[in-house]
């Protein structure tokens, strides 16, 4: 299953708890529920069935001289196809100075020009 499918089949709290935690990169539990203006046992649901999910990541912390979480995004698949133009990739991967008058550049939109879809 996707994550688009798996967010589809998400509560509204969930969605919400899914919502601030990639808005803010990252949050600890015993925020993240007071943020969302709900109990502390139901962020805490929120927040496993999320990692549960796969959506979010869960790690242990001490924050304020307490026990939490600290819950981040997990990392999403990356669609490197974006950057492949049939069997090469973009010559900019890697560069700090981009010459759209490079041959590399050229052959690498000619290539894109021509890819069928």
Known sequence: ???SEIESDLSADERAGL?????TGGIHQSDFW?????????????????????????????????NTYYLE????????SLLMADDMLSPFIGEEEVDAQADAFSQWMMNLAYEEY
Do not use: W
């Open 19 to 23: 919502e601030l935690i990639r808005e």
């Open 1 to 3: 299953m996707s994550a």
């Open 73 to 80: 995004p997990a990392p999403r698949d990356l669609d490197f």
């Open 34 to 66: 007071k943020e969302l203006d709900v109990s502390s046992r139901k962020g805490s649901r929120i927040a496993e069935a999320l990692e549960e999910s796969g959506l979010i990541q869960r790690e242990d912390t001490v924050y304020d001289g307490h």
